[in-house]
């Protein structure tokens, strides 16, 4: 990058709050994958877990914002012992989405959950991380075994009519993406599930997956001209904050980069942030990959 | 004031034909159409002339921006490609078959229209009052999102379509979020009739109105929303001589949405057999 561009690191603003993240089971997770980019495990306890209590907090505080919908993370959430409270007072707010990796689930939890989506008319969205069709795609990056672990979870899912979102981080070439996802939709209707939802998602190379394959370029960076005409919606930053045990962050993806902490409060986390990390081209490259998007790419014309 | 609003009409011309003779029937003063003119159905100029003859103003809906402007699709916004594929489909039939004219008429309709109705401030948006291509599903919208709209857009009744079920919910001081559905093609019950809505103010409002609260005004406020049933095996037929899908004439034949299914949260997705 030269000076100039380095001048021109363009600020984003937090156009509105939109979503509310928690990082509720912080970096800590059961499994140990070696694309994270957070580099979560069962050591990693950098950030811990929100109690109730903080997020009950936060929901409350949120109203006045006119938060759209709520998104739990991690690490695993599910490893949190109050998350299926936690989640059951967040539909009394709105609809809510979970991001697990689907080893940890009991049945007693998602059909309490099931029952509690019900009552609330909110949805609750399970996106479950699978990183591919087979074993053979999975499990080099997720541990041996989670294959199989994860598929037994979202059999249970679909079983409860829950209809989980699978998330697949992409490490194939982007010619096979058809052939993947094809291949899924089949493994799923073995597993029960006859109405597939599949995503495949971008590598973020930060955290572990720095270490598995390569970082970023210095030339992976947004400019400020690449700024001029874009759709800003498509960058999370512009419409969501993430509460985390160490104070409000930009995003769920940028935790490990000091400068991502905006406050100790919602109230305090509302300002501009500027768009250094290369993890920011990923997410200006395939739009705000982390939420279920429902603010969809619009052409801009004058 | 009694408003007759029309959704997303998708080329549904027969349904379009249908929910105006209801509407009359009702003696609503008024009625308008919230945009997505094309898509889906056959014949796409057809249903510029029946709106014109009944001076049905329009906002302009992604759809219509894109035909008007002859983009590349049709800003719908899918992530699938399955989706993506049906999607482009609809969109490439409907460019080549609306008229240049129609094109400019589509680029000149509004992002959105404001009318005050017995003193309240109605506005009448495609997907959202802030962004033409927004869905606005009962089960992904916080009561909190939509009373920052109401505050943001100074609107005390917000009226949109674009998701393709309809929804209302009330909101502070008797303010309202409406989704009128859509007269394109059925809502993905099993049934196959259409829907639009009915809002009456003051004097014309229903026994059953709520009552907005606003500067200082009372005023009733009442949404009913009316099924139409139209000639939907004549729409089947002639989606199939225009060659278009065989998934979109089986959701005009069964009320069940065979594609573009990825938008829909779980809870609305739950709700259909795909």
Redo the contacts between chains.
């Keep these: 990058m030269s000076h100039s561009d380095v001048a021109s690191v363009p600020e984003i603003e937090l156009r509105?709050l939109?979503e509310l993240w928690f990082q509720v089971a912080g970096t800590v997770c059961n499994l140990t994958c070696n694309h994270c980019f957070i580099s979560c495990s069962p050591q990693n306890h950098s950030f811990q877990f929100l109690s109730y209590e903080q997020v009950d907090a936060a929901l409350q505080e949120?109203?006045?914002?006119?938060?759209?919908?709520y998104y739990f993370t991690g690490g695993e959430p599910f490893l949190n012992k109050d998350l299926v409270r936690m989640l059951k007072r967040t539909l009394e707010?709105?609809?809510a989405t979970v991001l697990t990796n689907g080893t940890v689930l009991k049945r007693e939890w998602l059909e309490e959950l099931r029952a509690a989506?019900a009552e609330a008319?909110?949805?609750?969205?399970f996106r479950v991380s699978i990183d591919g069709p087979t074993a053979e795609i999975n499990d080099p990056v997720r541990g041996a075994g989670t294959f199989d672990l994860a598929i037994t979870g979202v059999a249970l899912l679909c079983k409860l009519?829950?209809?989980p979102i699978i998330t697949m981080t992409q490490t194939w070439d982007d010619s096979q993406?058809?052939e993947i996802?094809a291949a899924f939709r089949d493994v799923l209707k073995t597993h029960g599930c006859d109405?597939p939802?599949?995503?495949i998602l971008p590598r973020l190379k930060i955290g572990a997956e720095e270490k598995r394959t390569e970082g970023y370029q210095q030339t992976e960076r947004i400019t400020a001209a690449m700024m001029q005409d874009f759709d800003r919606?498509q960058l999370l930053c512009h419409h969501s904050r993430v509460i985390t045990n160490r104070g409000v962050y930009v995003c769920p993806i940028l935790l490990d980069a000091d400068h991502a902490r905006l406050g100790d409060t919602l109230n305090e986390s509302l300002g501009s942030f500027p768009l250094t990390e290369g993890a920011c081209y990923t997410c200006y490259q395939f739009g705000a990959i982390c939420s279920?998007?429902?603010?969809?790419?619009?052409?801009s014309?004058t | 004031m009694k408003l007759a609003l029309f959704g997303g009409l998708y080329s549904n011309y027969l349904a379009l034909e249908s929910a105006i003779a209801d509407a009359r029937q009702r003696n609503v003063d008024a009625a308008y159409c919230l945009g997505d003119l094309g898509a889906f159905g056959p014949y796409p100029d057809r249903v510029f002339p029946i709106l014109h003859q009944h001076n049905i103003a329009c906002v302009q809906g992604n759809y219509d921006d894109s035909i008007g402007n002859e983009l590349n699709d049709c800003q719908c916004g899918y992530t699938d490609p399955q989706d993506n594929h049906f999607a482009q489909i609809s969109y490439d039939y409907t460019l080549a078959n609306t008229s240049d004219q129609n094109k400019t008429w589509l680029r000149s309709l509004p992002k959105e229209i404001r009318l005050q109705c017995d003193e309240l401030n109605v506005l009448l948006c495609h997907g959202s009052p802030r962004r033409t291509n927004e869905f606005l599903w009962e089960s992904n919208s916080s009561s909190a999102f939509l009373n920052r709209l109401a505050d943001e857009h100074q609107a005390d009744v917000i009226v949109a379509t674009h998701s393709g079920i309809h929804w209302q919910r009330g909101l502070n001081h008797g303010r309202r979020f409406v989704n009128v559905g859509v007269l394109g093609r059925p809502e993905n019950d099993g049934n196959t009739n259409v829907w639009y809505a009915v809002i009456s103010t003051g004097k014309d409002a229903k026994p059953s109105a709520l009552l907005c609260s606003v500067r200082g005004l009372t005023v009733p406020v009442s949404v009913e929303f009316i099924p139409v049933h139209y000639d939907h095996q004549r729409l089947a037929a002639e989606m199939q001589s225009e060659r278009l899908p065989d998934e979109f004439v089986q959701t005009v034949l069964t009320g069940w949405w065979t594609t573009c299914l990825e938008i829909l949260p779980s809870l609305e997705r739950r709700g259909g057999k795909y």
């Design positions: 509105s939109d949120s109203v006045a914002h006119g938060v759209r919908e707010f709105g609809p989506e008319g909110f949805s609750l969205e009519g829950l209809l993406n058809l996802l109405r939802r599949l995503k919606d279920n998007s429902t603010l969809r790419p619009q052409e014309k």
